[in-house]
């Protein structure tokens, strides 16, 4: 079975999700119950909670975690969260909220990061950062489940196709894989 190297340290830019496999990464009204239920690599945790320096979401899906630490608390760097109105956010411990262009946000995110990584963990920061050209690496841990109906990885009604190429010896090849119903 083909599968990524492991994540390294290299003072990248991931935009990094679990993802159903047609591109949810929440289900409607933000819901998350739907990522149980299935294996991932050995190790696979571990790896980004030390090749990553720093996080930077988005005001809802920061809200929606109600102050959970990433990787089940495992990680405990700086995160940064983007938004509109930072008076109204709950202050929390290693959270500071930006209300700043999405690209000075990533640069406040990335000095912080040093020689790690930054993750961006938001649909729509990472759409911001890909169109400015931004973004190292798409980096996706496809579930084996359809939602049908949520918060798509890239919501760009209207927009053009953005060509990506694959990490590994074949930048242009497509990946095959085949499911059944459970
Ligand atoms: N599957 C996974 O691995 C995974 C990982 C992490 C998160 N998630 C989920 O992803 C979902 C993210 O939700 P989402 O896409 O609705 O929202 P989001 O991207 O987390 O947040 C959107 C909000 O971020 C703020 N924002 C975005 N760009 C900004 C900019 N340039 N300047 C200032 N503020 C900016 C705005 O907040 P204001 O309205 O405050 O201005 C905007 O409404 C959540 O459900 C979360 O649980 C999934």
Not at 27 to 45: K, S, Y
Not at 77 to 85: A, E, S
Not at 121 to 141: A, C
Not at 143 to 170: E, K, Q, S, T, Y
Request: aromatic share 8%; charged share 20%; hydrophobic share 40%.
């Amino acid at each position: 079975m083909t599968d990524t190297q492991p994540q390294v340290a290299a003072g990248k830019v991931l935009w990094h999700f679990t993802m159903s496999l047609d591109g949810f990464v929440a289900g409607p009204d933000h819901a998350m119950d739907w990522m149980t239920g299935f294996t991932v690599r050995d190790g696979l945790i571990d790896e980004y909670v030390t090749t990553t320096g720093a996080i930077l979401g988005g005001r809802s899906g920061w809200d929606t975690i109600n102050g959970a630490r990433p990787y089940g608390g495992l990680w405990d760097g700086p995160i940064f969260v983007l938004t509109h109105h930072p008076e109204d956010a709950t202050p929390a411990e290693g959270v500071t909220f930006l209300s700043c262009d999405v690209a000075e946000a990533l640069e406040i995110a990335k000095k912080a990061a040093g020689e790690k990584n930054v993750e961006v963990f938001s649909p729509t920061v990472g759409r911001q950062l890909l169109e400015r050209g931004l973004i190292d690496e798409i980096d996706l841990h496809v579930a084996p489940v359809l939602l049908g109906d949520g918060i798509r990885l890239f919501d760009n009604p209207g927009g053009v196709p953005v060509r990506l190429n694959r990490v590994g010896d074949d930048p242009v090849r497509a990946l095959n894989v085949r499911y059944r119903p459970a």
